[in-house]
Protein backbone atom coordinates (compact mmCIF):
# COMPACT_ATOMS: atom_id res chain seq x y z
CA UNK A 1 0.00 0.00 0.00
CA UNK A 2 1.05 3.48 -0.77
CA UNK A 3 1.17 7.04 0.84
CA UNK A 4 0.34 5.41 4.31
CA UNK A 5 1.30 7.01 7.47
CA UNK A 6 1.78 5.03 10.98
CA UNK A 7 1.83 7.75 13.89
CA UNK A 8 1.18 6.70 17.56
CA UNK A 9 -2.24 9.49 18.70
CA UNK A 10 -4.68 9.88 21.24
CA UNK A 11 -6.36 6.35 21.11
CA UNK A 12 -2.95 3.98 20.37
CA UNK A 13 -0.93 3.09 16.81
CA UNK A 14 -2.89 4.05 13.49
CA UNK A 15 -1.89 3.93 9.92
CA UNK A 16 -3.74 5.80 7.77
CA UNK A 17 -3.60 7.34 4.15
CA UNK A 18 -1.64 10.61 3.61
CA UNK A 19 -3.94 12.05 0.80
CA UNK A 20 -7.21 11.22 3.12
CA UNK A 21 -8.87 14.77 3.24
CA UNK A 22 -11.20 14.27 6.16
CA UNK A 23 -10.14 11.04 8.51
CA UNK A 24 -6.43 10.72 7.17
CA UNK A 25 -6.05 14.68 7.69
CA UNK A 26 -7.96 15.11 11.35
CA UNK A 27 -5.57 12.10 12.66
CA UNK A 28 -2.37 14.39 11.11
CA UNK A 29 -3.74 17.40 12.31
CA UNK A 30 -5.48 16.40 15.32
CA UNK A 31 -4.30 12.90 16.61
CA UNK A 32 -8.40 11.63 16.76
CA UNK A 33 -11.22 11.41 14.36
CA UNK A 34 -15.08 12.76 15.25
CA UNK A 35 -14.46 12.22 18.42
CA UNK A 36 -17.76 13.38 19.82
CA UNK A 37 -18.64 10.33 18.27
CA UNK A 38 -16.54 8.32 20.31
CA UNK A 39 -17.38 9.91 23.33
CA UNK A 40 -20.98 9.60 23.41
CA UNK A 41 -20.86 5.68 22.58
CA UNK A 42 -18.22 5.04 25.63
CA UNK A 43 -21.09 6.60 27.71
CA UNK A 44 -23.86 4.51 26.99
CA UNK A 45 -21.64 1.47 26.85
CA UNK A 46 -20.72 -1.23 29.32
CA UNK A 47 -17.25 -2.12 29.33
CA UNK A 48 -18.58 -5.85 28.82
CA UNK A 49 -20.89 -4.59 26.45
CA UNK A 50 -20.75 -5.92 22.38
CA UNK A 51 -21.02 -3.84 19.42
CA UNK A 52 -21.92 -4.36 15.11
CA UNK A 53 -19.85 -2.00 13.53
CA UNK A 54 -20.97 -1.84 10.21
CA UNK A 55 -18.57 0.32 8.32
CA UNK A 56 -15.51 -0.07 10.36
CA UNK A 57 -13.09 1.64 7.77
CA UNK A 58 -9.18 1.92 9.30
CA UNK A 59 -10.61 1.35 12.79
CA UNK A 60 -10.02 4.95 13.87
CA UNK A 61 -13.19 4.74 16.21
CA UNK A 62 -13.15 0.80 16.47
CA UNK A 63 -9.99 1.11 18.27
CA UNK A 64 -10.99 3.09 20.94
CA UNK A 65 -14.30 1.35 21.31
CA UNK A 66 -12.19 -2.14 21.71
CA UNK A 67 -10.27 -0.51 25.04
CA UNK A 68 -13.45 0.80 26.44
CA UNK A 69 -14.87 -2.44 26.28
CA UNK A 70 -12.05 -4.15 28.45
CA UNK A 71 -14.33 -6.26 30.96
CA UNK A 72 -15.57 -8.53 28.47
CA UNK A 73 -17.16 -6.63 25.47
CA UNK A 74 -16.24 -7.57 21.61
CA UNK A 75 -16.29 -5.33 18.60
CA UNK A 76 -17.77 -7.20 15.82
CA UNK A 77 -16.39 -4.95 13.24
CA UNK A 78 -17.40 -5.12 9.24
CA UNK A 79 -15.48 -3.83 6.22
CA UNK A 80 -16.08 -4.97 2.98
CA UNK A 81 -13.33 -2.69 0.87
CA UNK A 82 -9.88 -4.05 0.92
CA UNK A 83 -7.55 -1.36 0.95
CA UNK A 84 -9.30 -0.39 4.41
CA UNK A 85 -10.01 -3.81 5.64
CA UNK A 86 -5.80 -4.57 5.42
CA UNK A 87 -5.27 -0.80 7.38
CA UNK A 88 -7.73 -1.78 9.37
CA UNK A 89 -6.01 -5.32 10.36
CA UNK A 90 -2.92 -3.77 10.65
CA UNK A 91 -4.02 -1.12 12.95
CA UNK A 92 -5.97 -3.53 15.83
CA UNK A 93 -2.22 -5.87 15.22
CA UNK A 94 -0.55 -3.19 15.77
CA UNK A 95 -2.78 -2.01 19.19
CA UNK A 96 -2.49 -5.75 20.30
CA UNK A 97 -6.73 -5.73 20.71
CA UNK A 98 -7.95 -9.46 20.77
CA UNK A 99 -11.71 -7.85 21.53
CA UNK A 100 -12.55 -6.88 18.35
CA UNK A 101 -13.48 -10.08 15.28
CA UNK A 102 -13.36 -8.26 11.85
CA UNK A 103 -15.21 -9.38 8.86
CA UNK A 104 -15.26 -8.19 5.32
CA UNK A 105 -18.29 -8.59 4.06
CA UNK A 106 -20.77 -6.06 3.29
CA UNK A 107 -23.90 -5.50 4.55
CA UNK A 108 -27.41 -4.90 2.85
CA UNK A 109 -30.92 -5.45 2.49
CA UNK A 110 -30.47 -8.68 0.89
CA UNK A 111 -27.52 -11.71 0.14
CA UNK A 112 -25.88 -11.58 -3.75
CA UNK A 113 -22.86 -9.91 -4.96
CA UNK A 114 -21.66 -6.40 -5.46
CA UNK A 115 -18.65 -3.76 -6.24
CA UNK A 116 -16.70 -1.17 -4.58
CA UNK A 117 -14.80 1.56 -5.40
CA UNK A 118 -10.49 0.85 -5.43
CA UNK A 119 -8.81 4.00 -4.26
CA UNK A 120 -5.69 5.47 -5.58
CA UNK A 121 -3.37 6.33 -2.84
CA UNK A 122 -1.74 8.98 -5.05
CA UNK A 123 -4.37 10.82 -5.49
CA UNK A 124 -6.24 13.60 -2.44
CA UNK A 125 -9.36 12.07 -1.87
CA UNK A 126 -12.38 11.08 0.68
CA UNK A 127 -11.01 6.87 1.28
CA UNK A 128 -13.82 7.12 3.66
CA UNK A 129 -16.10 6.93 1.12
CA UNK A 130 -16.31 3.29 -0.32
CA UNK A 131 -19.61 2.27 -1.53
CA UNK A 132 -21.16 -0.82 -3.07
CA UNK A 133 -22.78 -1.12 -6.14
CA UNK A 134 -25.04 -2.93 -8.07
CA UNK A 135 -22.75 -3.25 -10.99
CA UNK A 136 -19.20 -3.23 -11.80
CA UNK A 137 -17.12 -0.17 -13.03
CA UNK A 138 -13.51 0.91 -13.54
CA UNK A 139 -11.12 0.72 -10.26
CA UNK A 140 -13.85 -1.28 -8.43
CA UNK A 141 -13.74 -4.92 -6.45
CA UNK A 142 -16.25 -7.57 -6.01
CA UNK A 143 -17.77 -8.32 -2.82
CA UNK A 144 -20.24 -10.47 -1.04
CA UNK A 145 -23.42 -9.13 0.47
CA UNK A 146 -25.58 -10.50 3.37
CA UNK A 147 -27.65 -9.42 5.53
CA UNK A 148 -27.42 -8.27 9.25
CA UNK A 149 -29.50 -10.95 10.32
CA UNK A 150 -28.07 -13.58 8.18
CA UNK A 151 -24.49 -12.47 9.12
CA UNK A 152 -25.25 -12.50 12.67
CA UNK A 153 -26.72 -15.83 12.47
CA UNK A 154 -23.61 -17.58 10.31
CA UNK A 155 -20.61 -15.55 12.55
CA UNK A 156 -21.76 -14.87 15.94
CA UNK A 157 -21.88 -16.22 19.10
CA UNK A 158 -25.48 -16.70 19.95
CA UNK A 159 -24.53 -15.93 23.66
CA UNK A 160 -23.32 -12.34 22.95
CA UNK A 161 -25.78 -9.92 24.09
CA UNK A 162 -25.75 -6.86 21.24
CA UNK A 163 -25.36 -3.57 22.63
CA UNK A 164 -25.26 -1.31 19.78
CA UNK A 165 -25.68 -1.21 16.49
CA UNK A 166 -22.81 1.61 14.73
CA UNK A 167 -23.54 1.71 11.02
CA UNK A 168 -21.17 4.42 8.90
CA UNK A 169 -22.12 2.39 5.35
CA UNK A 170 -22.28 5.46 2.51
CA UNK A 171 -25.95 5.38 2.28
CA UNK A 172 -26.71 1.97 2.49
CA UNK A 173 -28.15 2.54 6.33
CA UNK A 174 -31.53 2.06 5.49
CA UNK A 175 -30.94 -0.97 3.50
CA UNK A 176 -28.91 -2.19 6.43
CA UNK A 177 -31.98 -1.62 8.70
CA UNK A 178 -34.43 -3.70 6.39
CA UNK A 179 -32.04 -6.69 6.47
CA UNK A 180 -31.52 -6.19 10.36
CA UNK A 181 -35.15 -6.61 11.81
CA UNK A 182 -34.84 -9.98 13.61
CA UNK A 183 -31.03 -9.26 15.79
CA UNK A 184 -33.39 -5.73 16.24
CA UNK A 185 -36.79 -7.07 17.97
CA UNK A 186 -34.44 -9.40 19.74
CA UNK A 187 -31.50 -7.22 21.63
CA UNK A 188 -33.49 -3.92 21.01
CA UNK A 189 -30.18 -2.17 21.14
CA UNK A 190 -28.78 1.20 20.79
CA UNK A 191 -28.15 1.80 17.24
CA UNK A 192 -26.09 5.13 16.04
CA UNK A 193 -26.84 5.30 12.55
CA UNK A 194 -25.07 7.79 9.79
CA UNK A 195 -28.32 9.73 8.48
CA UNK A 196 -26.61 11.97 5.99
CA UNK A 197 -28.38 11.53 2.67
CA UNK A 198 -31.94 13.77 2.69
CA UNK A 199 -33.23 11.33 -0.18
CA UNK A 200 -33.26 8.51 2.23
CA UNK A 201 -34.19 10.26 5.98
CA UNK A 202 -37.45 10.13 5.79
CA UNK A 203 -37.86 6.35 4.83
CA UNK A 204 -34.77 5.97 7.25
CA UNK A 205 -36.81 7.31 10.25
CA UNK A 206 -39.99 6.13 9.80
CA UNK A 207 -38.87 2.56 9.40
CA UNK A 208 -36.90 2.29 12.49
CA UNK A 209 -39.90 4.56 14.31
CA UNK A 210 -41.71 1.73 13.34
CA UNK A 211 -39.29 -0.74 15.42
CA UNK A 212 -39.97 1.43 18.81
CA UNK A 213 -37.75 3.56 18.73
CA UNK A 214 -37.15 7.02 19.84
CA UNK A 215 -34.14 9.11 17.83
CA UNK A 216 -32.29 12.17 18.37
CA UNK A 217 -29.93 13.96 15.96
CA UNK A 218 -26.39 13.87 16.98
CA UNK A 219 -24.62 16.50 15.04
CA UNK A 220 -20.78 15.98 15.96
CA UNK A 221 -18.39 18.63 14.39
CA UNK A 222 -15.07 17.32 12.83
CA UNK A 223 -13.28 20.30 14.80
CA UNK A 224 -12.69 19.35 18.49
CA UNK A 225 -10.73 22.82 20.09
CA UNK A 226 -10.07 19.82 23.17
CA UNK A 227 -8.27 17.81 20.62
CA UNK A 228 -5.22 15.25 21.28
CA UNK A 229 -2.63 17.34 19.53
CA UNK A 230 -3.65 20.15 20.91
CA UNK A 231 -4.26 22.41 17.49
CA UNK A 232 -5.89 25.23 17.86
CA UNK A 233 -6.64 25.88 13.93
CA UNK A 234 -9.97 24.61 12.24
CA UNK A 235 -9.33 22.93 8.92
CA UNK A 236 -13.23 22.04 8.56
CA UNK A 237 -15.09 24.50 9.42
CA UNK A 238 -18.75 24.28 9.74
CA UNK A 239 -18.14 20.52 8.79
CA UNK A 240 -20.20 17.93 10.97
CA UNK A 241 -20.66 14.11 11.03
CA UNK A 242 -25.06 13.71 11.10
CA UNK A 243 -25.83 10.93 12.79
CA UNK A 244 -28.63 9.72 14.64
CA UNK A 245 -28.80 8.06 17.96
CA UNK A 246 -31.80 5.47 18.43
CA UNK A 247 -33.24 4.34 21.21
CA UNK A 248 -35.78 1.64 22.05
CA UNK A 249 -38.77 2.47 23.87
CA UNK A 250 -38.30 -0.33 26.47
CA UNK A 251 -34.66 0.68 27.07
CA UNK A 252 -34.17 2.50 30.67
CA UNK A 253 -31.86 5.33 30.58
CA UNK A 254 -31.82 8.63 32.09
CA UNK A 255 -30.70 11.30 29.29
CA UNK A 256 -29.20 14.85 29.87
CA UNK A 257 -32.30 17.29 28.94
CA UNK A 258 -30.41 18.67 26.52
CA UNK A 259 -31.22 15.55 24.40
CA UNK A 260 -35.21 16.59 24.32
CA UNK A 261 -34.12 19.64 21.88
CA UNK A 262 -32.68 17.26 19.40
CA UNK A 263 -35.41 14.57 19.63
CA UNK A 264 -36.52 14.09 16.03
CA UNK A 265 -40.55 14.24 15.51
CA UNK A 266 -40.30 15.62 12.26
CA UNK A 267 -39.74 12.40 9.84
CA UNK A 268 -39.49 15.51 7.14
CA UNK A 269 -36.96 17.82 8.62
CA UNK A 270 -33.21 17.14 7.93
CA UNK A 271 -30.57 19.13 9.31
CA UNK A 272 -29.02 19.33 5.53
CA UNK A 273 -32.22 21.14 4.29
CA UNK A 274 -32.65 24.35 3.74
Wanted: hydrophobic letters at 35%.
Amino acid sequence: MKNITKQKLKHGILSYYTNDKYIGKSLSEYGEWSEAEVDLLKQLLPENGNIIEIGSNIGTHTIPLAKHLLNGGLVYAIEPQSQNFKLLSNNIKDNKLNNIKIFKTAISSKEGNAFINIFDENIVNNYGDAKIFNNNFKNSECVTVTTLDQFYYKNLDKKKFIKLIKCDAQGQELNIIMGSRKIIDLFKPFLYLENDDINTSKDLIEKIKNMGYIMFWHLSPLYNSNNFLKNTKNIFPKMISCNMLCIHQNTKITLNKIWKKFEIVDSNYHPFKR
